[in-house]
């Protein structure tokens, strides 16, 4: 099974490095009810477990709903119920934006190398991020709560707080990060997380990477063809 499995993933990666388009993004669990938004769709539509997400795709749960989807090279994350989440950029490489709009989420993701670009906007701020576990909140401004690893949060005027050890930052509109330090994790987040990781086992494993090119090794002289043999 975990052989088809693999099978599977590389083969969906094959199609759309071939075809051009996003990068490998699907949804690996739902629950309750979730529609996705295609980008220049006229509105939302039911989606299930194993559908490929595109660039510019919109996720929204309902009530007592939650999905989880992978992003290629990125890591999961798992979208709370009420909640709306765009995936704003898939098409560069290197570089992914995650919006989110509404609600909850929570995001586990693998270690990032120097030249990946992996960003979450929140209405009232934006995580930088390099392999972590931390959530983040849309509800009445922007939360971010690290769990794990270590994010860098900035504010719409540019001032940022780096968050390496456990603990969060909440950011209502209109106000600044300049001068302020992390709070502890409250019991909120604790236990939004928790809801969250205890739907299903984390497993990274199912993160699909980039296929590694084939090396080719150029013939030295000793292996070119010799006159007259």
Known sequence: MRRIRVIFVLVLTSLLVCSGSSRLSRVTMAKGEIYV????????????P????????????GPASFAEVIVQNVGMFRVS????????????????????????AGFFLLKQTQDQDTTVR??????GVRGTKFLASADGGSKVALFDGAVQVAD???????????GEVKLKQGESLEGRKPSPLS?????????LEQLFPINLEQVPRTIPEPQVR???????????K
């Open 156 to 166: 719409p005027k540019n001032a940022t707080m780096i968050l390496d050890k456990p």
């Open 37 to 48: 938004i295609r980008a220049g769709s006229s509105g939302p539509v039911l989606i299930k």
């Open 50 to 61: 194993g559908e490929l997400l595109q660039h510019g795709d919109t996720i929204r749960t």
């Open 218 to 228: 150029m013939p030295e002289g000793a292996d070119l063809p010799q006159p007259g």
């Open 81 to 104: 119920e009420n909640s709306e989440l765009k995936m704003e950029e898939l098409q560069q490489r290197n570089k992914t934006i995650i919006r989110l709009d509404k609600g909850k």
């Open 187 to 195: 019991a909120e987040s604790i236990a939004d997380m928790k809801a």
């Open 122 to 127: 929140l209405p009232t701020a934006v995580a």
